[in-house]
């Protein structure tokens, strides 16, 4: 396990080394649900915010091309209400290529979705949300860092970065 100094992490090293990255997913790969993984991947692999990441729809993926369209966010609005808005600028509106790693994580997760959603007699509809919950809604935009927190607590000793730290470790 790759070991870090700065446990209360400062802000100057938000973002994973790649053996911190492939640590962290595989750990995710191993010890928790599919989606969680997926979720963390495409964080890491595309760079995406985490608002861009919960609204993202299986209709903004196109396998055949192996692009993924940003064109929408979640954000909270009045009492805590759950809200698709547009992204945070002009330029956050955006086509970007995957990788055929992320491609392949995709189809798996799309596939163990929709598996568990007709276990759940949901009907699978082109608007369906790559990340939901339960109840096959949006997910609270605290979700991901709840993960995070187990993880945390998991591997006290690991190098903590936040979620946007992933999109850092995209970067660098």
């Avoid at 940003?70 to 209400?81: E, F, P, Q, R, V």
């Avoid at 330029?91 to 276990?119: A, C, F, G, M, Y």
């Avoid at 990340?131 to 993960?147: G, K, V």
Wanted: aromatic share 12%; no cysteine; glycine share 4%.
């Amino acid at each position: 396990i790759p070991v870090s100094n700065d446990k209360e992490n400062d802000g100057l090293e938000n973002f994973f080394e790649r053996d911190e990255l492939q640590y962290f997913l595989s750990y995710f790969e191993k010890n928790s649900e599919y989606k969680r993984y997926t979720f963390f991947f495409l964080a890491s692999y595309t760079g995406l915010r985490k608002g861009e990441l919960l609204a993202l729809t299986w209709r903004d993926i196109d396998f055949k091309n192996s692009t993924l369209t940003i064109n929408k966010t979640l954000a909270t609005g009045k009492n805590g209400k759950k809200l698709i808005q547009t992204p945070k600028t002009k330029t956050s509106n955006r086509t970007i290529s995957i990788d055929p790693d992320t491609l392949q994580v995709l189809k798996n997760w799309r596939t163990t979705q929709s598996e568990n959603l007709k276990l759940l007699d949901y009907i699978p509809s082109v608007h369906q949300l790559v990340f939901s919950d339960i109840e096959n809604e949006l997910l609270a935009p605290r979700t991901p860092q709840n993960w995070l927190d187990v993880f945390y607590n998991h591997n006290k000793t690991f190098k903590r970065i936040t979620i946007h730290g992933l999109r850092h470790t995209h970067a660098s």
